[in-house]
């Protein structure tokens, strides 16, 4: 049995004991003119040591200077030792120690350094280096060296939660890097899972676990682990869920007393669970968090070893690639936070709760916050007071603790309007958007010199008004004035003559309600509003009305029918950007200058009423905007037996409508190339889904799969590899303990361009 450890060079804790103890045969070498490894080699040859720094060039003649890959294999003969391999790769780099993957850098890189510490039993092994060069310098180096056994019992550490602390999209999350920040941790639970990397994988992260379900268990993981700290955060299926919110706080209550009766010397540090993109589920979590504080304070009045760790304010939205679930970075960052935490228990003190802020500097009714990037997220830099939104900064900052360039802020206030019209004005160097109640009316969200926006809008009482804005660099100004219109004030002073409203265009079934805008973001009041039959446009270099310019605007069409339980195509034409949304969903998203252009979907539709809207932009030169729905025949599925998978393929790369073929196969072995899966298939820009339910004896399971581009698997609803990213063909593992019985496997994937690979694999460990 191998055990593996990855960590960079500049982290490397234990002491290497040079030179090497054991002797490779001569590797085989072989070279690609492509960067997949894909083909037949160009070159291919013995030789001694991987040890190279072409810089410009290549190695030989037949292999270009960029663009391509490499691979080399050797065997040895090892005593039972551990042992480090070092690489050092500018750009693509992966590493194989008796075929299972210790070193996996795939991508664009400068020269970087990794090790791999790799446990081998006496006996032959094979090592495989795979390396690619796309642009600029080429580096490929490989050596390695004994590594000194170290033994260290350690403090005694349960991670407890779900599947943030499992390391979800992440495998091993927050306890990679917690492991390198304490090298005397020892990790203890009765799961064990995370990468080559993570040393000590012992945990207690239960995938899609609420509050109430640790509670069922965790006398028993606490007896037979014994730990010495508690890192604990839960809650977050509760909130996405909307289980029982009300209740939330109470389950965790009784949750802790249960953790501090079973193990009264344990320190618990009770964490407040990070943010939820979703505005709903994060007001949920806004609730739950606020009670945590007063959850934590009372357990510690009693007498228990009780601590708070505020790790909501740690990690912002832009480090959660799915909304839930954190990023390496923000893995990271979690990991600092409670090391930090226990650093302070070790030292005598306490992580203490949060305290009421200091009240806020200056006056005026709008509340400012800066940031020191670009997102408007995070801990502000700054909060305070302001009586006006009228900033130049030139090449300054608002304030010292704010940056000068980079940096982001927000205007909120709640007004009182008299009924009437209203211009709002906004003058923005750099990206600008407006809010009222709620409502995105200016979105200018972009670099640009000093540039001024106004919209118009009928108000009448308490009105919220939020302005957000960033700076990149050069100057900066941010700007926010409203006043009643003329046409309004003298409405007022002839109280005889009232403004008489525009009737609502009624708008027939099967018909389109037109809007156009003269902008091309479908911002502000439409300039002209009308009912069409057809959706058929092309208006040359012309415009659709007198009311409309001829360039730089937008349109919104939106059509109510009655359609049959059926699958339907959707096919749309556009010059320049279109989306099209079936029931509030985007099938169609070109947003992009371009030529006349077609696209289409086949979506399958339940019987009923049914909203299509297509959302139009022209930016110059010929306008063209067509739409046209079809009822068309469902392709007849495939037999399929026990244990294959159903595949199906898809036009799109997002898993979107009606498979355009289907077809039943036992074995996911694919490398289409440059090619198409069929002929009715695109070969580039379309999607798969994999599925099949199979019965299982109970055991270990290794799944394997190999893509480019994105690929997820799913075991029984839970995602288990999450790679929806382009990519050259990298493969991915999941170990996953299988009760004895039928278990569903899916396994999605989608090809952008160039090359096309999807494999799957699934092996009993023994």
């Not at 693509?92 to 510490?117: E, H």
């Not at 502000?380 to 980079?406: C, I, K, M």
């Not at 382009?726 to 496997?745: F, I, N, W």
Request: aromatic share 10%; glycine share 6%.
């Amino acid at each position: 049995m191998k055990t593996v450890i990855l960590f960079i060079l500049s982290v490397l804790f234990l002491f290497i004991v040079p030179p090497h103890s054991f002797a490779a045969n001569d590797f085989t070498a072989e070279y690609f003119d492509n960067m997949t490894l894909s083909g037949t080699p160009v070159l291919t040859r013995s030789e001694a040591e991987v040890n190279y720094n072409w810089g410009s060039g290549s190695l030989d003649a037949s292999i270009p200077n960029d663009r391509f890959s490499a691979r080399w294999t050797a065997t040895f003969h090892s005593q039972t030792e551990k042992f480090v391999f070092t690489v050092t790769a500018d750009d693509g780099v992966r590493l194989f120690v008796d075929d299972q993957i210790v070193i996996d850098q795939w991508k664009d890189q400068p020269p970087t350094i990794y090790q791999a510490s790799v446990d081998l039993s006496e006996g032959d092994h094979n090592l495989k280096m795979e390396y690619y060069e796309n642009g600029g310098g080429a580096t490929a180096k490989l050596n390695w060296q004994t590594q000194q056994p170290t033994t260290n019992e350690g403090i005694r550490i349960m991670p407890l939660g779900d599947s943030i602390t499992d390391g979800y999209d992440i495998p091993g999350g927050y306890r990679i890097e917690l492991e390198n920040l304490i090298p005397n941790s020892n990790f203890v639970g009765s799961l064990q899972n995370g990468p080559g990397e993570l040393v000590d994988k012992d945990h207690e992260g239960h995938i899609g676990w609420r509050i109430d379900q640790l509670q069922s268990d965790i006398v028993s993981w606490l007896q037979s682990s014994n730990p010495e700290m508690i890192l604990l955060m839960i809650g977050t299926n509760d909130m996405i869920g909307n289980y029982d919110v009300a209740n939330a706080p109470q389950r965790l209550s009784n949750l802790i007393d249960t953790i501090s009766q079973t193990s009264p010397n344990a320190d618990i540090l009770v964490a407040s669970i990070t943010p939820l993109a979703n505005g709903e589920m994060q007001q949920r979590a806004n609730v739950y968090n606020d009670s945590i504080v007063g959850i934590v304070q009372q357990k510690r009045d009693a007498g228990k070893k009780v601590h708070y760790v505020d790790m909501h304010t740690v990690i912002t939205v832009s480090d959660l690639p799915d909304g839930i679930h954190p990023s390496a970075n923000g893995y990271t960052k979690m990991a600092q936070k409670w090391k930090s935490a226990i650093d302070t228990i070790q030292n005598g003190t306490t992580p203490e709760p949060p305290q009421n802020p200091p009240p806020l500097e200056g006056d005026g009714p709008f509340t400012v916050r800066y940031f020191n990037n670009m997102k408007v997220e995070g801990t502000p830099a700054l909060v305070r007071y302001e009586t006006q939104v009228n900033n130049d900064w030139g090449q300054g900052s608002p304030h010292p603790s704010v940056n000068s360039d980079f940096f982001s802020a927000d205007w909120a206030a709640t007004q009182v309007f008299d009924q009437g019209i209203y211009e709002f004005v906004v003058t923005a160097d750099d990206g600008i958007r407006l809010f009222i109640d709620n409502e995105l009316v200016i979105d200018q969200w972009k670099d640009q010199a000093p540039t001024t926006y106004t919209i118009s809008r009928e108000l009448d009482g308490e009105v919220n008004i939020l302005m957000q804005y960033y700076e990149k660099q050069w100057g900066a100004v941010a700007k926010l004035s409203w006043q009643k219109t003329e046409a309004n004030q003298e409405v007022e002073e002839n109280e005889e003559e009232p403004v008489e409203e525009e009737p609502e265009i009624e708008v027939p079934i099967s018909y389109y309600n037109a809007e156009y805008f003269n902008n091309m973001d479908l911002a502000g009041t439409p300039v002209l509003t009308r009912v069409e039959s057809i959706l058929y446009n092309d208006w040359g270099s012309s415009s659709p009305h007198q009311d409309v310019q001829s360039d730089n605007f937008s349109a919104r069409w939106t059509y109510k029918d009655n359609f049959s339980n059926s699958a339907y195509r959707f096919t749309v034409t556009a010059d320049d950007g279109v989306r099209l949304k079936v029931d509030g969903l985007t099938v169609i998203d070109q947003w992009k200058d371009q030529a006349p252009t077609t696209y289409n979907i086949d979506l399958n539709l339940v019987a009923g009423e049914h909203t299509v809207v297509m959302e139009y932009y022209e930016r110059a030169w010929g306008a063209v905007a067509k739409l046209s729905i079809e009822k068309v025949a469902t392709p007849t599925p495939p037999d399929v037996t026990e244990g294959s998978f159903f595949v199906e393929y898809f036009n799109n790369s997002n898993l979107i409508g009606v498979p355009i073929h289907s077809e039943a196969k036992f074995v996911l072995n694919n490398d289409w190339g440059s090619g198409a899966p069929h002929s009715s298939v695109n070969k580039d820009y379309f999607s798969v889904r994999a599925s099949k339910s199979a019965n299982y004896t109970a055991g270990n399971y290794r799944f394997t799969v190999t893509a480019d581009d994105g690929v997820r698997v799913k075991v029984d609803g839970v995602t288990v590899i999450n790679k929806w990213i382009d990519q050259a063909p990298t493969k991915y593992m999941y170990d996953l303990v299988l009760s004895e019985g039928s278990h569903t496997v899916e396994i999605d994937y989608y090809e952008k361009e160039w090359g096309a690979v999807l494999k799957f694999n699934e092996e009993k460990l023994l």
